[in-house]
């Protein structure tokens, strides 16, 4: 193999042009293997594979710095670097992350999951390296997918202005992760029609230098652009026209679907018959498509990520006129839904935890302060094993401390589909819905709470001394402390189910004071900010004696969800155990 | 007057060209003397004047959508559409807000005061407006100066691809409140020379139609370019070229100053010297100056509010290539100097406490994720009596639950300038330092704690009973506190700095226990997911009382200071009488 020769990225300049494409290949058919093993980003890879290989050909990485978007499409690249043994030998294909870490290479500057970033990083890149008098390159690769982002295009204004050399890879796969939306795709369309020719040049328009590749996944092509624009003293694009999944068929044939992949999705003949499970997502769906079927100002917003939703080609079609997809560009899809919802329509905007923090501002400004009745279904939220990069836990804090908004954590099915209707049908507030993470719940009873009552938190079993708030998707948790307690200590706890998160009941907190001593809350994310944080000042100058239970504020990274929670404290043992303890300085409870 | 003929838009439409322009002269008079009396936008309201009653006279608010950005340029358009009493009659000079406010009118759609937003919420009007079978031209106007927003970029992209009726109006006066950076402006500088023709459109590029009209203070000039676009069937953008202070030769001379003025501003004939008086604010620019001199790693960032930190004409030129303004743009200067940071650079960041939150992601992901070692100062945090749009009590609550960032809290001089220099030269962490506000304090000691060591709180002075941890701004207010406990209890209650406002100072809490029964917490911010509630977790399961004090999680709009700190209790008495009713409580301070 080729690939036994090369290490490192200067083995790679040993290589003849014919050796580099039996290079490819190689590496090629262990990314196919290793993410269809063990899963991950399978059609971003695969595309940028050749690009990889030139670009470590012609530069000179680390004294040249790559800065990878998103690093979905860093593997080719750590392949080159150092780390090939995370795909040649199935044992150590957990060794390294499936994003860019500067703990494991020196070619790697920054841990990066979120997407639009490149840029503005390479430009600081760029910037230090023109502050301190050194040489060299700064490569920023950058999807087009990524392009309609903010923070990219931010960045694409100033670096344009750098005045020095930075040079940026737009890798025009023709694909976000589902359809691009925007009219910069237009453009990128036009230029790739035009062989890069067209007057209308949105890079050039920005002050870019400018070339363009047609053929993005042959080495010796990209090779000739990388040459011809490195040592530019001056901000340049070379616009490259890639293949999503190249390489591999059933990538090609179904892009979205191979952007990222489970384990074995390649093993599998054929799509499965759409399931008929019911989860919180066919609610979801279910809800949306009957809105929109019956109510003609219905819309749902997305923000380029429709398949964590499930919105399938099939869903999108059907609701046609009343589906957007703003591309990467979360603040837009705030922003939009606000003025949708400020105007009469029924925007129902759906985001995954981990993205929400995109749009905090017009969180505040343009949807909270002008009290926009819209609907944000907030999915994933909650403690996991993600990637540093990819955590869920911080949403309850960040939604949690802006005024107006109703942020709401249903515990089962029927409290979330009565929240969705109660969201839907007001007019009052901007409502946010922790959509439930996990097995799915059911009490099999129509919840008819009336959540116009804000701040209601629901006493679900009476109980004395120890009152156990599990807020929703702990909601279970609380249930089986209460148990646990039972049994230990003979004490019939109270349990409360909040509901809301945004605000506290005090009447009933109140109520608590005559005949309990001990209140627990349990939250499913950080407890900094978070929900429980409340209920302690609350009592602050009671004698209650609260115990708040969640995340601790940290960038956990990859930490297997039981360890976590065995490190939080998140076990019915160990909050039992605490407690116990907390009962013992209750002298109040002593008898 | 003409003046007297118009209240509403549908007035406007029976004047001639000629009683426009005397309109315009009589508009322009009128806010002139308004803005000078009670401070405010000038030079964008004296630019956007002409425009403002082309737009009323062509179009047909509020059947057709007005929206405009950041609202700075609101005043012409408020005296148009029934409010001009609020500009003719000194009595009701406060009536109305200096932003578009709905409560006011049906004229405005949007409460704003954050830029780039007006694309964005055109965009979801439009849309509103579709979905429901309705008509009507939904316009945004915009600045120069705001486009370079990520929010106004993703918008741009998006409206581009509404396929229908939305107009933009893109307000060009060469300016942002300072000069414009980015590659942008190069393009609006293009077109201006060419009349509009230049093959190479920004505008174009993403799919708009585009006119332009070099007059943009020529009322007839901008009718004919209205007229023309009114009921587009498709996304359009006319770049109207104005002058920021048309009309006012002293704004037109100087439109950086002329911005936003303080009452009286005209009347002062001449600028006076450069103040030579200390304020934390000439402190960082010392401090700054002093690095830049000695140092060129360092590079000061800012995202188009110079002014904010006093960073003046001449200040700017002395630090020539070690600023950075990347006009507005958060996202951009926050990942920007993170890689600054990260490649052995030295970048402060300087941003107002109100805008921090536009950046929420960056300081996640590409700072704190990253742990880069940048700098960020926050200025004017702290409860004020701001306009809703512009509060700066969020910011402790927001940075302070990011994991890895140490946001500190100075209480003097003395520990700001230390805190500067820790941060500066430390690369462990990010560290945010709240640039203390008010009245310049100074104990005339040079502080030389090492803040490497986290969450270390100072021990002010030790007492017994009652301690009380006055945060940052509020360490004056703890120390009155401390005396009139002392003087109605004749108790001497412990005093103590925290100064870390992202973590707790555990053994110090903990050895609190033995001898004090009450804990004061007191911050210049909203307590939901403050300070203090850490500080009332931690106590959860002991006997200590703990009181928050700080804002309601609310957003108050132009509330005196003081209204607002007898609300939230914030005044020595009413923190007194609280502590005295906790003190009741607490039995084991019965006596």
Known sequence: ???????????????????????????????????????GHMGPNLGILEATVALHYVFNSPVDKFVFDVSHQCYPHK??????????????YHVYTGYTAPEESEHDLFKIGHTSTSVSLAAGV????????EKGNVIALIGDGSLSGGEALEGLDNAAALGSNIIIIVNDNEMSIAENHGGLYDNLKLLRETNG??????????GFDYSYVEEGNNIGELIKAFEAVKDSIKPVVVHIHTEKGHGLEAAVANKEKFHWILPGTLDVKEDSAVSAVESYDSFTKDFILNKVKTDCRAIVVNAGTPGVFGFDKEFRKTVGKQYTDVGIAEEHAVAYSSALAKCGAKPIFTVMSSFIQRTYDQMSQDMALNNSPMTMLVYWGGISGADATHLCSFDMSLIGNIPNIVYLAPANKEEYLAMLEYSYNQNAHPVAIRVPMGELVSTGVADNT????LNKFKLEEKGEKIAILGLGNFFKLAKEVKSELKSRLGIDATLINPRFITGIDEELLENLKQDHSVVVTLEDGILDGGFGEKVSRFYGNSDMKVLNFGAKKEFSD???LDELYRRYHLTKELISDDVEKCLKVACCVHN
Request: zero cysteines.
């Open 197 to 206: 020719d067209a007057e209308l040049n949105f890079f050039k328009a920005l």
């Open 79 to 92: 392949i080159l670097t150092g780390r090939k043994e995370g795909f040649t030998d199935p044992e150590k």
């Open 126 to 133: 760029a910037k230090a390296r023109d502050l301190k008098g």
């Open 1 to 39: 193999m080729i690939l036994d020769k090369v290490n490192m990225p200067n083995d790679l300049k040993q290589l003849s042009l014919d050796e580099m494409n039996v290079l490819a290949d190689e590496m090629r058919e262990l990314i196919i293997k290793k993410v269809n093993t063990t899963g």
């Open 450 to 453: 009336d959540y116009s009552m």
């Open 558 to 560: 990859r930490v297997p």
